[in-house]
């Protein structure tokens, strides 16, 4: 069947959102004459528009279990109106899903469970995708599987960023060419929810080693609210880097990654984005299971625990972005045992393998 209107859902984080732009391109791919829309989070809005794959966005101002009814009342209108053929849900929330079914949206397809939860919209799809195994399947995987499913295809497609404007790429030439000439230029990006952030310490001994051992520049990307946690590392680490935490856009983070010779991240947004640009990146893994998340590039190397009964640990949940995300669930793990095996010198060891 031939669909010419479809409206796909990512609800989630950001870089769950880069991920799922891997289907929009599989979509464009199968159906190209078709307009695709996008449901996001308002902090996900940047990574898809402009984007080549994704056609029009819905940016919603999403916040758990709150949202008025007039609001609703107000999306499923302007959903109505569309007139779309298709919904897929790419995050296996219950709120879109919802509001596509009260839009009246005919065929309305979702996996069965995600990131290794059932998913709470059973009656609100017409066609179910049984997911495979989260710790054995990675997101972008489960996403295309869906979509191959339900429309015989056997193509496939990866993440798809923004374009480029000219003034993002400007401010990441201007940032770099203010830098002291060296023969390296290293991003980190070193904050993130508390268990999957390596310890501050740790982050402040490899900086060190890494100002004493290269001729480099430093620069740590993040949010706003990871900004006074960078200022501590940097005064831990005593060596010169300059902490960009809340003073570049996504985009403008973007274009900096672009020119970087070697990035070394947390299981973040940014991570995703580099492994979509092909930037040579460490990706330090701790509570989540790499086979579902990890950078998908092969320029990444993964640093990761052993195999521990408690990976992945998602029954928790805490506050890293206020009036975004609250803590349920478990007490946040107090040992973090999965981020003590990983230690400085093997990610020395990981930067001399790429540099």
């Known amino acids: 069947m031939e669909y010419g209107n479809i409206l796909l859902s990512c609800t989630l984080a950001i870089g769950d959102a880069v991920m799922a732009t891997s289907a929009a391109a599989l979509l464009k791919k199968i159906y190209p004459q078709a307009k695709t829309t996008i449901i996001v989070k308002r902090l996900a809005e940047e990574i898809v528009r402009n984007n080549p794959v994704i056609d029009e966005v819905i940016a919603l101002d999403y916040v758990q279990k709150r949202i008025s009814f007039k609001n609703m009342t107000a999306v499923v209108s302007a959903i109505k109106k569309q007139n779309f053929d298709l919904y897929v849900s790419l995050d296996g929330k219950i709120r879109p899903a919802l509001l596509a079914c009260l839009a009246g949206i005919p065929v309305r397809i979702g996996p069965t469970s995600l990131f290794g939860s059932n998913t709470t919209m059973p009656l609100?799809?017409?066609?179910?995708?049984?997911?495979?195994?989260?710790?054995?399947?990675?997101?972008?995987?489960?996403?295309?599987?869906?979509?191959?499913?339900?429309?015989?295809?056997?193509?496939?497609?990866?993440?798809?960023?923004?374009?480029?404007?000219?003034?993002?790429?400007?401010?990441?030439?201007?940032?770099?060419?203010?830098?002291?000439?060296?023969?390296?230029?290293?991003?980190?990006?070193?904050?993130?929810?508390?268990?999957?952030?390596?310890?501050?310490?740790?982050?402040?001994?490899?900086?060190?080693?890494?100002?004493?051992?290269?001729?480099?520049?430093?620069?740590?990307?993040?949010?706003?609210?990871?900004?006074?946690?960078?200022?501590?590392?940097?005064?831990?680490?005593?060596?010169?880097?300059?902490?960009?935490?809340?003073?570049?856009?996504?985009?403008?983070?973007?274009?900096?990654?672009?020119?970087?010779?070697?990035?070394?991240?947390?299981?973040?947004?940014?991570?995703?984005?580099?492994?979509?640009?092909?930037?040579?990146?460490?990706?330090?893994?701790?509570?989540?299971?790499?086979?579902?998340?990890?950078?998908?590039?092969?320029?990444?190397?993964?640093?990761?625990?052993?195999?521990?009964?408690?990976?992945p640990c998602i029954p928790i949940r805490v506050a890293v972005v206020p009036g975004i995300s609250k803590r349920v669930g478990k007490k946040v793990c107090e040992d973090q045992q999965c981020m003590q095996y990983i230690s400085v010198s093997q990610i020395e060891e990981m930067v001399s393998s790429i540099l």
């Not at 497609?157 to 400007?170: H, K, M, R, S």
Request: charge should be positive; aromatic fraction near 10%; glycine fraction near 6%.
């Open 124 to 311: 609100l799809i017409t066609r179910h995708f049984k997911a495979g195994y989260f710790q054995t399947h990675h997101y972008t995987a489960i996403l295309q599987d869906m979509i191959r499913s339900f429309t015989g295809s056997s193509q496939s497609a990866g993440p798809v960023l923004p374009v480029a404007n000219p003034q993002d790429a400007a401010f990441a030439k201007s940032f770099f060419n203010s830098l002291p000439k060296r023969k390296y230029n290293i991003g980190l990006c070193v904050k993130t929810n508390p268990r999957k952030t390596w310890p501050q310490k740790r982050f402040a001994e490899l900086l060190r080693r890494l100002h004493t051992g290269y001729d480099a520049n430093f620069f740590i990307i993040g949010g706003s609210y990871d900004k006074e946690y960078v200022e501590q590392l940097v005064s831990l680490a005593q060596v010169p880097v300059m902490n960009l935490c809340g003073a570049t856009t996504l985009t403008q983070s973007m274009e900096l990654l672009k020119r970087t010779d070697l990035f070394i991240t947390l299981d973040t947004a940014p991570m995703h984005i580099a492994s979509a640009l092909g930037v040579p990146m460490i990706a330090i893994f701790g509570s989540t299971a790499p086979a579902s998340v990890a950078p998908l590039s092969n320029k990444a190397i993964i640093a990761a625990p052993p195999s521990l009964p408690c990976i």
